[in-house]
């Protein structure tokens, strides 16, 4: 029973467009979402975090927008930069600080 | 380097031998949480401690598996008579109560 899943594998965007990375979750419980980015041989690295009480948190290029209706979350990265190429994981608590519970990830190919 | 530190980064061994994971967290952190990554998906949870406390396990901890943390500070995760199934990366994470967690470079477990 996967509660969080990316339904995207793999994502390629042009360096300078938008990339649009998705998730959606089924557990109504969950209350607190992250974003990891995760390069090979490396643990994931924490990029942003939203609570169920908002809808939008922005850092810099990286904006995270939350439905709860539709249980979906997605991460904007505006403008995408090679560097950003790598693994992204979309993981839920039911509380901010408990056990995260991880989507399979998306690969994220951004071309020069 | 004032991050979580993971020893060793790589480990093989022959099935049936025992292993033991060292996880350093960031020093004012109090919880910790030992996660289980293999190919091609996200982190799964094992446990996470608060303290010295063991608040959680995930029944993908069986009972070959243990993990501790004395005093607080650091944590071991050891595996017991090790099977191939159980060939993965070991992440390690830590947080300050209920802000995002920071996780370490991981060991990857070979079992041959």
């Known amino acids: 029973d996967q509660q969080v899943k990316q339904n995207s594998p793999s994502l390629s965007v042009q360096e300078g467009r938008i990339s649009i990375l998705n998730c959606d979750y089924t557990?109504?419980?969950?209350?607190?979402f992250l974003w990891y980015k995760k390069y090979p041989a490396e643990g994931p690295t924490f990029l942003i975090s939203?609570?169920?009480?908002?809808d939008k948190n922005e850092d810099g290029r990286f904006t995270v927008f939350l439905n709860k209706s539709a249980k979906h979350l997605s991460l904007h990265i505006v403008p995408s930069q090679p560097g950003d190429s790598a693994v992204y994981f979309c993981a839920a608590s039911a509380e901010a600080g408990n056990m995260l519970t991880f989507g399979g990830g998306t690969r994220l190919m951004v071309k020069p | 380097d004032t991050g979580v530190s993971q020893d060793p980064r790589h480990k093989i061994t022959k099935r049936g031998q025992n292993v033991t994971f060292r996880c350093d967290p960031i020093?004012?952190?109090?919880?910790l949480y030992w996660y289980r990554q293999t190919l091609g998906q996200g982190p799964e949870f094992l446990t996470y401690?608060?303290?010295?406390?063991?608040?959680?396990k995930s029944r993908l901890l069986s009972d070959r598996f243990s993990a501790e943390r004395p005093k607080g500070s650091f944590s071991t995760l050891e595996i017991q008579r090790t099977e191939q199934g159980d060939s993965a990366m070991y992440l390690c994470a830590s947080s300050l109560g209920s802000a995002e967690a920071f996780f370490g470079q991981g060991t990857r477990l070979t079992v041959v």
């Open positions: 401690f608060q303290n010295e406390a063991q608040l959680e």
């Open positions: 020093s004012e952190h109090n919880r």
């Open positions: 939203i609570s169920s009480i908002k």
């Open positions: 557990n109504s419980m969950f209350d607190y």
